[in-house]
């Protein structure tokens, strides 16, 4: 996933975080290979959706190129909306409150805060 991607996701992330319910979403993702079992189990043992879709957003950049490209459709399943935002929100504004610019340490880290 590149840069660009990534700054998209964060700029949704707080609507992702909120709307979004990963058991609605799981098994797309495992169908994707955008997570495996363990990860999915790793995700599942969170408590709440906001905790689950942060662990999910942190392992996403670390998928390959193309996972930016199958997570928006995984969303377009269910999650249209959350989809057609990822895929015309401005990556340099992050919901309106300023730039978004990506920690290039903490992105080769695997972190995706």
């Known amino acids: 996933m590149d840069a660009m991607h990534i700054a998209k996701l964060q700029a949704v992330k ?3 975080r909120s709307q979004l319910i990963f058991d609605h979403i799981a098994t797309s993702l495992l ?3 955008l ?11 969170k408590v709440t959706d906001p905790d689950r879709i ?5 392992l996403l950049p ?3 190129p193309d996972s930016f490209n199958k997570f ?6 269910d999650y249209r909306w959350l989809a057609e935002r990822l895929e015309t929100v401005p990556p340099e504004l992050d919901s309106g409150t300023g730039p978004v ?3 290039i340490n903490s992105l ?6």
């Open 31 to 33: 169908q994707e290979e």
């Open 62 to 64: 670390a998928k390959g």
């Open 14 to 16: 707080q609507d992702l």
């Open 72 to 77: 928006v459709y995984v969303l377009t399943q």
């Open 54 to 58: 942060d662990a999910l957003l942190e």
């Open 35 to 45: 997570l495996n079992r363990e990860e999915y189990q790793r995700i599942s043992s």
């Open 101 to 103: 610019t990506p920690n």
């Open 108 to 113: 080769n880290q695997g972190e995706f805060r």
